[in-house]
């Protein structure tokens, strides 16, 4: 049906029609109970005060981890040792520093780190490692203290694998750089400390002894997530089927996170949070209730977790926000040959035919970005372990900052020459050797 108005009276109409819609959505809106401002920080929260909190989160929450890690594994008995009342030798400042453990410099008073750079602190005393703890400097771990002063638990945290520090004070000791990955920590070695990994075994059918062999083979920055899903802990070839920790900077703007896409950040931190930190809250996921690829979390119910209380799922959101935050460092001066960079980026965008699935400024696809096995010449091993069956197209920027451990998922190519060799050979790019140098100058510039 038309309806005709006198001329004069249409504006009026239009502006009264329009007026009306706004009221019906509003009316709508509340009635379906969607906040369309809960898609920014919470009302009355600014962006500042939503990014602290999800640093905060990110770098000292252990989502209730410490009933794991402490009270079932025990593992700050190993590390206070027998003569502070726990077992063995202890850790000290100096074994853990070597396990690629971290120590915030900001968080030492003035006193310690001038005792440190004059060489007056005992690195060799676990008690040293119960004070750090006491400090809250151990970067990703925080210990608990009973009434007595006594470390009674530890529990994890998110900047444990993705943080590292600048080594300002000393190596491994410095401010911390949050979104890097920690390719000097050994996890499984730290796990291997505890005096019970019953929980690991009951969980996996095996023995102690046998958990502690698997996750010492992982070696410095590796884990491998997927072995309390599918119970696999070797490679057809016998490596280990540990995956490199990724860093967690430069992520805005990319779709599927991790090696094999698992799914998006805000998946990965409930995923992590409760079924590899072993924090309380809740993590669902159908596809890994299948008994068939994933027999131990089908078998233990770990597709459906909930925790009362739960204290994940309501972090979530200001986490994913800092850790959108987190850009890429820029790679310091004079790390890169600035000419050999430049012909490179050419032949990137040309010759190479890099930019084709490594697409500026994301240096990952737009959309949904994973590739089949054969797509890109590799074996289909991690990627089986994965609902995807797929792997990730990884974003490029920051490359510098995580060389050590080689590239891909298991770190299988040494070196960035050694990544180009490979695509030149599966794509029959014809790069010279000298263009090969090049393309490496520019990812490294990224």
């Not at 046998?210 to 119970?231: C, E, I, M, S």
Request: with cysteine.
């Amino acid at each position: 049906m038309v309806i005709k108005l006198p001329g004069g009276r249409k504006l009026l109409y239009l502006l009264l029609v329009l007026g009306l819609a706004i009221i019906a959505f509003g009316v709508i809106n509340s009635s379906l109970g969607h906040d369309f401002s809960r898609i920014r920080p919470n009302p009355g929260q600014g962006e500042q005060q939503f990014l602290a909190e999800g640093q905060q989160i990110f770098r000292y929450d252990t989502f209730g981890s410490e009933d794991f890690w402490g009270r079932q594994l025990r593992l700050h008995e190993a590390i206070k040792g027998a003569q502070l009342g726990g077992v063995g030798p202890g850790l000290s400042p100096r074994a853990a520093l070597s396990l690629g453990l971290k120590v915030d410099a900001e968080a030492l008073p003035a006193s310690l780190v001038r005792q440190l750079k004059k060489g007056q602190v005992n690195l060799e005393d676990p008690a040293t490692t119960v004070t750090l703890l006491k400090l809250d400097a151990v970067v990703g771990v925080k210990g608990f203290f009973d009434g007595r002063g006594q470390l009674s638990s530890i529990g994890i945290q998110c900047a444990l694998c993705h943080s590292t520090v600048d080594n300002s004070l000393a190596p491994g000791i410095g401010r911390r750089l949050d979104g890097w990955a920690n390719r000097d920590l050994n996890v499984g070695e730290i796990i291997a400390l505890a005096p019970n990994l019953e929980p690991f075994s009951r969980l996996l059918g095996v023995d102690q002894e046998t958990v502690r062999r698997v996750v010492r083979a992982w070696g410095p920055g590796k884990f491998d997530p997927q072995l309390v899903l599918d119970g696999k802990a070797f490679r057809p070839d016998g490596k280990t089927a540990a995956v490199l920790i990724p860093p967690a900077f430069g992520l805005a703007g990319i779709n599927l996170h991790t090696w094999t896409g698992f799914g998006s950040i805000p998946y990965w931190n409930a995923f992590v949070a409760v079924l590899e930190m072993h924090g309380h809250g809740t993590f669902y996921d159908q596809r890994l209730s299948d008994p068939a690829q994933f027999p131990v979390a089908a078998r233990a119910g770990l597709w459906n977790v909930r925790s009362e209380p739960d204290l994940v799922s309501s972090k979530l959101p200001a986490l994913h926000f800092y850790q959108l935050s987190l850009e890429s460092p820029k790679p310091p001066a004079g790390s890169y040959d600035q000419a050999a960079a430049g012909r490179g980026r050419e032949l990137f965008n040309g010759k190479g035919d890099c930019h084709r699935c490594h697409v500026p400024p994301t240096f990952s696809e737009p959309g949904h970005n994973l590739h089949r096995p054969e797509e890109i010449g590799i074996d289909s091993f991690q990627a089986d372990r994965s609902p995807t069956k797929g792997y990730r197209t990884a974003p490029l920027k920051g490359l510098w900052t995580h060389q050590k451990g080689g590239f891909y998922h298991d770190g299988r190519f040494r070196t960035l020459l050694e990544v180009i060799n490979h695509y030149n050979y599966v794509f029959n790019l014809n790069l010279s050797e000298g263009e090969k140098a090049d393309l490496v100058e520019y990812l490294k510039s990224l």
